[in-house]
């Protein structure tokens, strides 16, 4: 096995074909720019689309994860993260909505405030009205119900040390609520603003209707896990 990386970036797709040899190429532009060893893990969410592998730079290492079946972004998530071996982990959507060369500023954020997880706030927001709306409301009664101080958890483009990526627990919807498990979990986190473009190719995968009922189902189970997760950090090991 290669050595450890310096960092993941983690990416969930499902039938994203079309968007992926662009994401490719600018992961590896990003990655060029932060001169450090990385690996990208591509999650295939039980795509049943025709995607080719294709290469990254043989600057960088490309791992591709299978799930057995479609399980959602927050499964794909999850298990991109699980096998992430960097020093620091970099979350993306695949479909380019996410501007990836907004992820080395959240990386120099998170070190120079020595926080554990950045999240990426989404100021201009491509999506339709409906979406913008929603999302808007969402954001409002998460971060009073549970304090989470983070505007924007939709946004997937994160940066996380990779300790904090591993103690998110694996359940659907756990995506949507980042900041607020790493928070309960004793760490720091931060955001900051980041760009919102159009969907590269193909469509959304979720449906509104069906995201706001879950997104207020989860909210609940969330203001009795929050306060219910280990508040203890594992210390490193007497020498
Ligand atoms: N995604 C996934 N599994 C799913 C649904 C979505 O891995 O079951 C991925 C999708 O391919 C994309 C990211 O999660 O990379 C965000 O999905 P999408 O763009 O459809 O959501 P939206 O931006 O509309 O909220
Ligand atoms: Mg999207």
């Known amino acids: 096995m290669n050595p450890e990386p310096f960092f993941s970036v983690v990416v969930p797709f499902y039938n994203e074909a079309e968007n992926l040899p662009k994401l490719i190429r600018e992961i590896d532009a990003m990655l060029r720019m932060l001169e450090r060893t990385a690996e990208i893990i591509l999650v295939n969410d039980g795509s049943t689309d025709e995607f080719a592998r294709q290469p990254a730079s043989p600057a960088f290492v490309i791992r591709w994860l299978n799930l057995s079946r479609n399980s959602g972004q927050s499964a794909a998530m999850y298990y991109g993260m699980q096998a992430a071996r960097g020093q620091y982990v970099i979350l993306l959507d695949a479909d380019l909505q996410n501007d990836p060369m907004?992820?080395?500023?959240?990386?120099?954020?998170?070190?120079?405030?020595?926080?554990?997880?950045?999240?990426?706030?989404?100021?201009?927001?491509?999506?339709?009205?409906?979406?913008?709306?929603?999302?808007?409301?969402?954001?409002?009664?998460?971060?009073?119900?549970?304090?989470?101080h983070t505007s924007d958890t939709g946004c997937t483009l994160k940066v996380l040390t990779r300790e904090a990526a591993k103690r998110l627990p694996a359940w659907n919807g756990m995506h949507r609520f980042m900041p607020a498990l790493t928070l309960a979990a004793g760490y720091k986190i931060g955001e900051m603003?980041?760009?919102?473009?159009?969907?590269?190719?193909?469509?959304?995968?979720?449906?509104?209707?069906?995201?706001?009922?879950?997104?207020?189902?989860?909210?609940?189970?969330?203001?009795?896990?929050?306060?219910?997760?280990?508040?203890?950090?594992?210390?490193?090991?007497?020498?």
Not at 208 to 224: P, Q
């Open 102 to 148: 907004d992820a080395p500023q959240l990386w120099r954020k998170l070190v120079e405030e020595d926080l554990d997880m950045v999240t990426g706030v989404r100021l201009n927001r491509n999506d339709t009205w409906v979406r913008r709306m929603s999302s808007r409301v969402a954001n409002t009664v998460r971060s009073v119900l549970l304090q989470d």
């Open 193 to 239: 603003p980041v760009n919102h473009r159009a969907r590269f190719a193909g469509v959304s995968k979720v449906s509104g209707g069906k995201r706001a009922v879950r997104a207020t189902i989860d909210l609940l189970g969330m203001l009795w896990f929050s306060r219910r997760q280990f508040k203890g950090r594992l210390l490193p090991e007497d020498e």
